[in-house]
């Protein structure tokens, strides 16, 4: 059974910096993509970072030279840090993959950024 347990999220300060961990189970994480959406009230989900198994990134354009998804597979974890965090970052972050042709998701994990 795929399962994701998401830590790191909290409030911030404008200009701060979190870091956001996904570990999972149920399945070979090492060849499997991952990545980080988030979402606030009435918005749809937003992609907002992927990383391939062998390492390769992207990222949504807000976010462009601030965050960094990153990956532990001897750990099975997932990351994304996150510098020069704005209000507009706020939002209920969520891990994702695609395995068996299915999406699976994480509880979510709330970042709040605000003075």
């Known amino acids: 059974q795929v399962q994701f347990v998401e830590s790191g999220g909290g409030l911030v300060q404008p200009g701060g910096s979190l870091r956001l961990s996904c570990a999972a189970s149920g399945f070979i994480f090492s060849i499997h993509a991952m990545g980080w959406y988030r979402q606030t009230l009435g918005k749809q989900r937003e992609l907002v970072a992927t990383?391939?198994?062998?390492?390769?990134?992207t990222y949504v354009d807000s976010v462009k030279g601030r965050f960094t998804i990153s990956r532990d597979n001897a750990k099975n974890t997932v990351y994304l840090q996150m510098s020069s965090l704005k209000p507009e970052d706020t939002a209920v972050y969520y891990c994702h993959t695609v395995y068996d042709i299915s999406d699976y998701w994480g509880q979510g994990t709330q970042v709040t950024v605000s003075s």
């Open positions: 990383i391939t198994s062998g390492g390769s990134t």
